[in-house]
């Protein structure tokens, strides 16, 4: 694909940080809009939004770097270098969630309803995440023979050059924007009102679930667990078992 959209001197743009940009605004503007036509504090959104993408890289580069810190071991400074590919998913909403729930704690604001406003856009902000891994070639998949495989060609690109792979970041991708129709769908039907934080531990369920489904086509080195079970795999499930026992406690509290 093309990891480096242009280069001049020192200036460079590279395409992940641009499609994480992207994420971000994309994921702002929605909930924002949403806020406001749920009679909320809009304004709140974007107060909240540096503790949310500041939390979210630093949590998902954090548990990138633990899982593979082989690849830091000679140079421990390349884990700043994220423009180049490497967060986790789960370490992101570990550390995007703990960073936004601490703020509207601080001020006093109901975290579950906020999180249930953000759900949506998170799907919308991670969906155009993956498209810029699918471009950097990070993320990529196993070699298949299937009619859709790509090729990276790109020398710059993180994935193998010239072998057919599965395009995993854009199962992910799609997966998301499937997840952000329909969290979007169910939050504006006015007769559908599960209780403050459930749409966003359907968020949470139904992403980690798709993480799941899309790590049986990954061909990096993500961590190995026990046998070909990988980290994310095995995070992936005890966050959907944690949620959904949330939820049908809930359910029928």
Not at 7 to 34: D, E, I, Q, R
Not at 193 to 214: I, T
Not at 226 to 253: C, D, E, N, P, Y
Request: net charge positive.
């Amino acid at each position: 694909m093309h990891p480096l959209l242009f280069h001049w001197k020192f200036l460079s743009l590279h395409t992940y940080g641009l499609f994480a940009a992207l994420a971000v605004l994309a994921g702002h503007g929605f909930t924002v809009a949403w806020a406001r036509r749920r009679g909320m504090d809009a304004a709140a959104v974007s107060d909240s939004l540096p503790a949310l993408v500041v939390g979210g890289l630093l949590g998902g580069r954090a548990l990138y770097a633990l899982v593979h810190w082989s690849e830091f071991a000679g140079a421990p400074l390349d884990v700043l270098k994220i423009w180049q590919g490497g967060l986790m998913w789960h370490g992101g909403v570990i550390g995007g969630v703990s960073a936004a729930a601490f703020h509207f704690r601080r001020r006093g604001m109901p975290v579950r309803a906020w999180a249930d406003l953000f759900s949506p856009g998170l799907a919308l902000g991670q969906a155009l995440g993956r498209v810029g891994c699918f471009f950097a070639g990070c993320c990529y998949g196993r070699a298949c023979d299937f009619p859709w495989a790509v090729r990276f060609t790109d020398p710059a690109s993180l994935a193998p050059l010239g072998l057919p792979l599965h395009p995993s970041q854009l199962y992910d991708a799609g997966w998301n924007v499937l997840l952000f129709l329909g969290l979007w769908r169910l939050a504006r039907r006015p007769f559908w009102s599960p209780g403050p934080g459930r749409l966003a531990a359907l968020y949470l369920a139904l992403s980690a679930l798709g993480r799941w489904a899309v790590e049986l086509t990954r061909g990096d080195d993500r961590g190995r667990l026990w046998g070909s079970v990988t980290v994310t795999q095995g995070l992936s499930l005890a966050a959907a078992a944690i949620v959904g026992a949330w939820l049908l406690k809930r359910r029928t509290s």
